[in-house]
């Protein structure tokens, strides 16, 4: 497992692009860019868009998909992130907070799957 700092590219199941995830400023950092902790899940703060949705459970998307008579209609993308990521690590933590892995995931109230596609480093592994 690798440690997930600023920097790190993130994707949703349901989003068309990828993102960059932004951990809240802290003392912690690792290879000069600001670590992560499960708690970087804030929608917007944290999680940025993924530009447009796809997901039917977005009430955005299923309106606009019923106006288009059925066609899945993609909206931007809000993220509504409600709980950490998981798991998280078992060993390293910053400020008594587990430490992001790239293991990780986090759920959008969507039905979307976020995960970790780059940590944003190499150097820094946790076991």
């Given at each position: ?7 790190a ?69 809000v ?34 799957m ?14």
């Amino acid at each position: 497992m690798t440690l997930v700092v600023g920097g790190a590219t993130i994707a949703c199941t349901f989003g068309v692009a990828p993102a960059t995830l932004i951990p809240t400023p802290g003392t912690v950092t690792a290879t000069e860019m600001p670590a992560a902790t499960i708690m970087d899940f804030a929608p917007m703060e944290n999680i940025p868009t993924f530009a447009m949705c796809m997901s039917p459970a977005n009430p955005e998307v299923a309106a606009a998909t019923s106006a288009a008579q059925g066609v899945l209609t993609p909206m931007p993308c809000v993220p509504v992130t409600v709980a950490p990521w998981s798991p998280g690590s078992a060993t390293v933590t910053i400020g008594e907070i587990p430490a992001l892995t790239d293991d990780s995931t986090c759920t959008c109230a969507w039905g979307g799957m976020i995960s970790i596609g780059s940590a944003g480093q190499e150097s820094v592994s946790i076991s």
